[in-house]
């Protein structure tokens, strides 16, 4: 049965031949009369226009999700389209779909929810800053600002964010200081004396009389176009035998002292705040892609906090590290047993090269629901990665890893039947090399896995 070609509305000026199952709208401002059920959209609009149009669809909330094209660059294109319209585009349109499908984030719960949902539709898309040297904070990032265009603390939150692991830094775009008083990015760095610290500071020419030591202005010993000491009266003619120029090239008007470096403050024009250097706020200014916690949220319909939301469901690793390390330590004080389990999806990237998101996306479900079959509820859950899961069974004696270990291989026969192959690995707790390095442990434990 054919696939029916994706359903595209082009807005602006028409082309000489619309594409298949493509409508033509000529004001990008009637946007409420877009219909719902649309595939994609293509921009064809003057450049200010566009910008315009851009952040218009992006706010608005039926519109915001949809796959967004342009026929030509605008200032905001990079930063809010999907890319310039192709042919290609429209194989394209099929992914957005699929990924739509299986999206079980609410982007109603908040920002953060709402950012994953979009990167996740959107799996080419890097979040970019945009330089603004109007605003005190130097940069902003036009996606966010066309949610919410109040936010102040936007590189503080996704700097959390990447810490939480849902975002992925692509890569560092700038570095940047602000007023530790207003947190305003608006700094004029100034030379200052380091006796009076006044900011009328002046390189000077001095030289520096061998005969009797008096250092002074160069053009004090000019007399009658010679180098003369105006303290002792020798004339200066070779210099290093009778004169040299002192390291001490810079004077302060306001006290006279002469000095080789100044002290350097940095001047906040917003608040007239004077900062030392070493006082300001830095921050760094990144390019962001969807990360692994986030596609988790996708994926599964979690928010991002420290804690699972439900009994036996997936915490993030910094949580497990702490569980791990606690429950290590309880197990050596106690005399208690526990186990370590990791799980790995060995064909992970061939399955879904062969066989799309969709249906790679539903045999790992299918494998977490056999997977909590054979677990408790009171099991812990991470995730490394995209194809590996690690397990923490407390209060699970030695006896029970032969078991264990055959429910598993009776779990490992049915995946192959599906396809999809993974191999495991247990480790009984307690264990004295984890000690206070648990994910060095960790490490070690998962790089010696064998993985085919």
């Known amino acids: 049965m054919p696939v029916p070609a994706p359903s595209i509305l082009w807005i602006g000026t028409a082309p000489a031949t619309l594409p298949p199952n493509c409508q033509w709208q000529a004001d990008w401002q009637a946007l409420e009369e877009v219909p ?10 003057s450049e200010p226009e566009q910008d315009q149009a851009l952040m218009a669809i992006r706010a608005h909330p039926q519109l915001w999700l949809l796959p967004l094209f342009v026929q030509g660059a605008s200032p905001l294109s990079g930063h809010l389209a999907d890319g310039r319209f192709g042919p290609q585009r429209l194989e394209s349109l099929s992914l957005f779909a699929q990924r739509r499908q299986s999206l079980k984030l609410d982007p109603n719960q ?9 990167l996740w539709v959107h799996p080419e898309f890097e979040l970019l800053p945009r330089p603004l ?3 005190p904070e130097l940069y902003d990032y036009p996606l966010l600002e066309a949610w ?4 102040q603390d936007e590189l503080m939150w996704l700097a959390m964010l990447e810490r939480d692991k849902v975002l992925t830094s692509t890569g560092l775009v700038d570095r940047v200081r602000y007023c530790a008083q207003c947190q305003s990015g608006h700094l004029n760095y100034l030379e200052t004396c380091p006796q009076c610290s006044s900011i009328d500071v002046e390189p000077e020419s001095a030289l520096h009389c061998f005969t009797c030591g008096h250092v002074a202005a160069q053009d004090q010993f000019l007399r009658k176009g010679r180098l003369i000491c105006p303290n002792c009266l020798t004339q200066l003619r070779h210099i290093g035998s009778d004169y040299d120029r002192p390291m001490e090239n810079l004077v302060c008007r306001s006290c006279k002292a002469h000095f080789v470096d100044g002290d350097v403050m940095a001047r906040c024009l917003s608040c007239g705040h004077s900062n030392h250097p070493d006082d300001l706020l830095q921050r760094q200014v990144f390019k962001f892609k969807l990360g692994d916690q986030g596609v988790r949220m996708a994926r599964h319909g979690h928010s991002h906090g ?47 090269a062969e066989h799309g998101e969709l249906r790679t996306f539903t045999l790992i479900d299918t494998l977490l629901n056999r997977l909590r079959n054979i677990l408790r ?8 990665g995209q194809d590996m899961l690690c397990f923490l069974l407390p209060l699970t004696h030695e006896d029970s890893t032969e078991v264990l270990r055959k429910k598993l291989l009776e779990v490992q026969d049915q995946q192959q039947e599906d396809g999809l192959t993974f191999s495991f690995l247990v480790r009984d707790l307690p264990e004295a090399d ?19």
Not at 377 to 384: Q, R
């Open 110 to 118: 908040g920002l953060t929810e709402k950012l994953a949902a979009f």
């Open 148 to 151: 919410d265009p109040s936010r």
């Open 306 to 352: 420290l804690l699972a939301p439900q009994l036996g469901e997936t915490v993030p690793p910094q949580h497990f590290h702490w569980l791990l390390s606690w429950t290590n330590r309880l197990a050596q004080r106690h005399q208690l047993s526990h186990l370590f389990m990791a799980i790995h999806c060995n064909n992970l990237e061939a399955y879904l």
């Open 377 to 384: 509820s009171t099991d812990v859950v991470t995730a490394y």
């Open 434 to 452: 984890i000690g206070d390095a648990p994910d060095l442990w960790l490490a070690q434990q998962l790089n010696a896995f064998n993985r085919p």
């Open 133 to 135: 040297p109007s605003a």
């Open 36 to 45: 719902a059920d649309l595939d994609g959209l293509v921009l064809a609009l």
